[in-house]
Antibody, heavy 120, light 107 residues
């Protein structure tokens, strides 16, 4: 059974860096059938795709956040991480990690439960 | 930036049919996906590639896509279907974009 779990600080000060890790179980993150994504949802607002890591560690991110986002893959720990720099109150949100299944469904088929991060 | 438009809310009585639309200029060329999200939970995939239903999703969930509009249809709505529903589709550059979400209320 595939499971994802976000972890990291729930409170970050303005101008500092938000750092989250997604621990993956039940599948290897270097499996070429999957990509690994970060998605966030501010309270009462729409979901926003932040970016992803491919199974080989290459990444891409949302142009609206690209200058502040770093996503990295750690195959030894079977996890992937998000760093978002220079945060403001607008970055307060529930942050989800998700698996993008590049097989039949071609979308996010497994999600973590989410991590609320408050910038204050 | 690319936008996917959904109605903020839809209300139906139990047993009726709920229809939720998602409009976007790139939909004629890109697949639409639908997610159900209940309070305090992560989104869950209910429709992929316009019309396909993942295993484990009840048959009352179906969908269609025509032109610039994708539509989620829930037939014989049950109380447990009350949730937010989000559409997802890539923009022309392949960046995943979500709609604003539709709150389905079962009266």
């Amino acid at each position: 059974q595939v499971q994802l779990q976000e972890s990291g600080p729930g409170l970050v000060k303005p101008s500092q860096t938000l750092s989250l890790t997604c621990s993956v179980s039940g599948v290897f993150v270097n499996n070429r059938d999957f990509h690994w994504a970060w998605i966030r949802q501010p309270a009462g607002k729409r979901l926003e795709w932040i970016g992803r890591s491919y199974s080989n560690g290459n990444t891409n991110s949302n142009p609206s956040l690209r200058s502040r986002v770093t996503i990295s893959l750690d195959t030894s720990m079977n996890q992937f991480s998000l760093n978002l720099t220079s945060v403001t109150a607008a970055d307060t949100a529930v942050y989800y990690c998700a698996r993008k299944n590049m097989g039949t469904v071609e979308t996010f088929d497994i999600w973590g439960p989410g991590k609320l991060v408050t910038v204050s | 930036s690319y936008d996917l438009t959904q109605p903020p809310s839809v209300s139906v009585s139990p047993g009726q049919t709920a229809t939720i639309t998602c409009s976007g200029d790139a939909l004629p060329k890109q697949y639409a996906f639908w997610f159900q999200q209940k309070p305090g939970q992560a989104p869950m995939l209910v429709i992929y590639k316009d019309t396909e239903r993942p295993s484990g999703i009840p048959e009352r969930f179906s969908a269609s896509s025509s032109g610039t509009t994708a539509t989620l249809i829930i037939s014989g709505v049950q109380a447990e279907d009350e949730a937010d529903y989000h559409c997802l589709s890539p923009d022309i550059n392949g960046i995943p974009v979500f709609g604003g979400g539709t709150q389905l209320t079962v009266l």
